[in-house]
């Protein structure tokens, strides 16, 4: 079954058609790739997926319902993370903060509940620490827990940036470029995740990434667009050797 549905999806910028009829569907429990060359529209269609946009045209659906139109604010509720392509973490902050504030985005208690420090709101609050901590032990980020995050590593702040989103407890995960400047062995390691994500936490994880032998490894389907448009769909293997993605990548 399919959990996201993106139909005919569009967004123009000006006269800049940045996605121009995209459509897939990603299964419930699916490791998804979407690839394609530098400003291909890649980016865009995660902030479509997590209304951050507003499409021009065409429909998302997730989880059955229609969510076209939703507001970002909405995504946690719905069960949709995403990380970004450019890290957004609060430098100044711990990474044990960081994750906590990435939890908060999913808090149901209001102002007056928080004052009063009602039972719920301990529950609510047991459950957000409780949470950071599966994510802390999953991503073996014990050692920078109490670390600020300007002070730490590249690869580091990559995953605290994974971390942030699992936070949430999603259903769906949108990784943009999640092995971008990573090492060999921090690649390695993001693909050891993604395994898990699926396996262990049973989620569906949408990834837009450059490194083709971590799409190889982890994905079961692959889209390609260039100029905002869809080129191919299929198993890594076959798109890899579609003359138009082979063309579009070779500027041919
Ligand atoms: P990718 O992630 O595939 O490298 P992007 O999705 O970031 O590409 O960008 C696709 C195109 O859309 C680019 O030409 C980019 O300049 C344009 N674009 C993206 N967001 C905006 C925006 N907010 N305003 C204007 N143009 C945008
Ligand atoms: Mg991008």
């Not at 069960?79 to 973490?89: D, P, S």
Request: aromatic share 6%.
């Amino acid at each position: 079954m399919s959990l996201l549905e993106v139909e005919d999806l569009a967004v123009h910028f000006g006269g800049v058609k940045a996605v121009d009829g995209v459509s897939f569907a990603v299964d419930q429990g699916e490791v998804f790739a979407i690839i394609g060359p530098n400003g291909a529209g890649k980016s865009t269609i995660f902030n479509l997926i997590s209304h951050i946009y507003q499409p021009t045209r065409g429909r998302i659906c997730f989880d059955g319902a229609d969510i076209t139109g939703s507001k970002p604010q909405d995504m946690a509720r719905l069960g949709i993370a995403r990380t970004f392509q450019n890290i957004e973490l609060f430098d100044h902050s711990t990474v044990l903060d960081n994750l906590l504030m990435g939890r908060h985005t999913h808090r149901q208690s209001n102002f007056i509940q928080d004052i009063l420090f009602l039972p719920s709101v301990r529950r609510e609050e047991r459950l957000h620490r409780e949470r950071v901590e599966e994510v802390i032990e999953f991503l073996e980020l014990e050692a920078y827990r109490n670390k600020r995050i300007e002070g730490l590593p590249y690869g580091v702040r990559k995953i605290v940036e994974i971390g942030r989103a699992l936070a949430i407890g999603p259903k769906l995960i949108l990784l943009d470029e999640p092995a971008s400047g990573l090492s060999v062995e921090e690649t390695q390691d993001v693909a050891f995740w993604i395994e898990d994500m699926r396996r262990d936490m049973g989620l569906t994880v949408l990834m837009v990434e450059h490194d083709m032998g971590l799409v190889s490894q982890v994905c079961d389907r692959v889209l390609a667009v260039a100029n905002g448009k869809p080129l191919a769909q299929g198993t890594p293997h076959e798109v890899q050797a579609d003359p138009h993605v082979q063309a579009a990548y070779l500027g041919t």
